[in-house]
């Protein structure tokens, strides 16, 4: 049953890539419009090719170096193997991959939306979710079969008879872990900085100082921003979440090497615990298919009611199946290290982990959500400027950390209680069983709103933008609660791999003492580690966003056609386009296609490569300096703050970078405040334009990125483990303190 079962869990991650390959060609095959919004979108997928295809040579380099020294390491190490490196060869490719297939097809299902849109909502939020599902089921495949199928290779290296050699198993597949965690950091932070460059200089520029939407023709950076939206939301986002997947499976399966080391019987060899995690992961694959099929919605039905079936549909199915799962694998009850352990138990843990992500992500809506509170306090704030806005949205980042660490608070409590550390660790693969929807949810947000851009790009009729904006503003929804679903699987799989590499380093024992110096120091260094970080990536918008910044107004200045179209919009400001005069419908439409959007792309793709090298290496270096330097507890402190720092400044960061945003979206419906209704290109709406500037940066580069900071820098950690594993003494005599009349004659007889 054993070795069938092993074989069974590649096939579904195999299943899965099939599933994915039928959706992308489906896909492909609508129509996508007119020859104007093909030329757009064929312009927007070879922007984004070419920033993938640069990335990628630069992190061809990184993998091969670090693959060198993992395999000389590897081969060095009694706990490990040279195979090491070919895991992490495989992580990497798998993580590059799954971000490559999900932007691939949504850079073609953006257009085929927009046409959708030309005659209806329903085709339209199809073809948007389809495309979101390629991204979504082609992260999970690609875990599944990558891991399953390294777990069964190794399995027939090493006989997988005794904990030694399932020990050097895990450990080798660990470095799966590793790769997937670095291709992830440097694309969330590559791909963060040229959205957020693009789009800052798009907003600045275009909205505030020449008065035009930020995807209007005219303005030089919208292909750039539109490209922005696929790498840094599409691509980043599915690396993101492939890492957290991996790594929870991956965390799990190495403290579920104690339960065999403790004489666990059941039916699987002792290897129950290890294969939990894979065999929930592959039957999520199943549900998040069949919620696939929950996702339709009529004309002018309600597009959050129909993905909210598909989302929480396939996840009540999973929660049922995983009752049986666990239950059928797991022993009723087994002790351990003195601990009763339970089939039970261990369900509830799992429950409380799926339970966890929902509320952080209804707390993330509730913070950052069209219309709630929060974001009308910074509504209200702009009416007396940009620096009032700016306060207020820093102050609704900074008090939504509670609740969401609270909940992240409680669930660890309920998990270790129900299950101990593998409680924890199995909670989070129960939050990211799913992660097929939702990642699917989450993927179709960008679509939708390279759609609306296209479409405005386009000069498409106005309900066609206004369909566009409909999905647009339920996209707005659901990467709030990804992004929840993100932080909330961050914490608890970095508290997993944390887990892992206390037992693996064998710290866990007696624990880590922060009374130490050293485990002190260490915990001070994580703690100020996601500070730096943000700092790093920040400063590389801020640079990457001048020059953009400066490419743009040069190009209002110095291309004629471009300047006398601004002056005509300014004049005929307030008027339909049948109204204007043909003179000026003529000095218009001269302008159409003059603006020079390469060199747009060009820049932010070269600011986003230089700048995004020395954030990821600084993730990496870290743990390995300090755990060489310092020793297994000084790196356990290090874990320890910068988990708890980076969970924090990543939640205060995303969830003011997305009050902000919505607060401006609020401006463009109209918002009445004191009495007075203020619309689009008020004071302020500029004053909430400047606010979602500043927040562009936290919610789509610093904030996302940290949540692969504190798990890469876990997963390092584990996968240097056994090279600093703590030795326990040998010992010592006893010895006896000698009499005072001892000490004379022992001090007289030196000469």
């Known amino acids: 049953m054993t070795e069938t079962l092993i074989m069974i869990i590649p096939l579904i991650g195999i299943i899965s ?104 909502l329903g085709k339209a939020l199809k073809i948007a979710f389809t495309g979101g599902a390629v991204m979504g089921l082609g992260v999970v495949g690609l875990g599944v079969l990558g891991i399953g199928t390294l777990f069964l290779v190794y399995s027939n290296i090493w006989k997988n008879t005794n904990v030694q050699e399932l020990t050097i198993i895990i450990n080798v597949i660990t470095g799966f872990s590793f790769g997937a965690s670095s291709i992830a950091l440097f694309a969330r932070v590559g791909g963060g900085i040229y959205t957020k460059a693009a789009d800052v200089g798009a907003d600045l520029v275009g909205k505030v100082e020449a008065g035009i939407p930020e995807d209007h023709p005219l303005n030089p950076a919208t292909i750039a921003d539109n490209v922005g939206d696929n790498v840094g939301d599409v691509a980043g986002m599915g690396a993101d979440l492939f890492e957290s997947y991996v790594g929870a499976i991956v965390g799990t399966m190495v403290l579920g090497i104690g339960f065999l080391a403790g004489g666990i019987q059941d039916n699987f060899k002792g290897l129950s615990a290890v294969l939990l995690p894979l065999v929930l992961s592959a039957v999520g694959i199943l549900t998040s298919i069949l919620g696939t099929f929950m996702v339709n919605v009529k004309e002018g039905g309600n597009p959050q009611k129909a993905l909210n079936i598909g989302e929480f549909g396939s996840s009540a199915i999973m929660l049922v199946l995983s009752y049986f799962i666990i239950t059928w694998m797991l022993p009723a009850s087994w002790t351990f290290e003195g601990v009763n352990y339970t089939s039970l138990g261990i369900f509830l843990a799992t429950i409380i982990g799926l339970v966890a992500g929902v509320l952080i992500g209804i707390i993330t809506e509730q913070y950052t959500g069209t219309g709630t509170g929060p974001v009308k306090s910074i509504v209200r704030q702009s009416s007396t400027g940009p620096a009032t806005n700016v306060i207020a949205g820093l102050g609704v980042g900074m008090r939504s950390t509670a609740l969401p660490i609270l909940v992240i608070a409680f669930s660890i409590i309920g998990a270790y209680y129900f299950g101990g550390l593998y409680g924890i660790a199995i909670a989070a693969v129960g939050m990211l069983s799913n992660t097929g929807i939702q990642l699917a949810v989450d993927a179709y947000g960008p679509i939708s709103d390279n759609a609306g851009g296209i479409a405005e790009m386009s000069d498409l009729p106005k309900e066609v933008r206004s369909r566009t904006d409909k999905l647009d503003a339920v996209g707005n929804t659901t990467a709030a609660i990804g992004k929840g679903f993100a932080i909330g699987s961050a914490a608890l799989t970095a508290l997993a791999l944390f887990s892992a590499f206390s037992v693996t380093s064998g710290i866990s024992a007696d624990g880590i003492n922060v009374a130490k110096p050293l485990v002190m120091a260490g915990l001070f260094i994580g703690g100020m580690l996601p500070f730096l970080f943000s ?118 960061q995303s969830n003011a970078g997305g009050a902000w945003d919505n607060a401006k979206k609020m401006f463009e419906e109209g918002v009445e405040i004191d009495g007075k209704t203020y619309y689009k290109k008020s004071e302020p709406h500029k004053a909430a334009v400047v606010g979602d500037t500043v927040g562009d940066p936290f919610k789509d580069t610093s904030g996302p990125s940290l949540n692969i900071l504190l798990k890469l820098m876990s997963v390092v950690a584990l996968v240097i483990a056994p090279y600093i594993a703590v030795k326990k003494p040998a010992k010592k005599a006893e010895v006896k303190p000698l009499k005072s009349t001892e000490w004379v004659a022992k001090i007289s007889s030196v000469k």
């Open 17 to 120: 890539l099939l599933f994915t390959f039928i959706n992308s060609s489906w896909v492909a095959k609508q129509d996508p419009g007119t020859e104007k919004m093909v030329k757009i979108a064929d312009s927007i997928a070879r922007g984004a090719l070419a920033f993938l295809r640069a990335e990628y040579r630069i992190l061809a380099i990184f993998v091969l170096v670090v693959s060198v020294l993992l395999g000389f390491s590897g081969s060095q190490e009694p706990t490990s193997h040279a195979l090491v490196a070919v895991s992490f060869i495989i992580g990497a490719f798998c993580s590059a991959l799954a971000g490559f297939i999900g932007m691939n097809v949504a850079t073609k299902a953006n257009v085929r939306t927009t046409q959708a849109a030309r005659t209806g």
């Open 535 to 652: 700092a790093m990536a920040m400063d590389a918008v801020g640079n990457a966003a001048k020059s953009m910044i400066d490419e743009v107004r040069r190009q209002f200045n110095t291309i004629p056609a471009l300047k006398a179209a601004l002056e005509v919009m300014r004049k005929n400001e307030g008027k339909e386009m049948e109204e204007w005069s043909a003179e000026d419908k003529a000095t218009f439409d001269k302008a159409d296609g003059v603006a020079e959007y390469e060199k747009c792309v060009e820049i932010s793709t070269q600011a986003s490569l230089r700048q995004m090298i020395v954030p990821g290496l600084l993730a990496v270096a870290a743990p390995v300096i300090i755990g060489f330097l310092g020793g297994a507890e000084m790196l356990g402190g290090l874990l320890a703050g910068v988990t708890v720092t980076g969970v924090l400044m990543a939640i205060f």
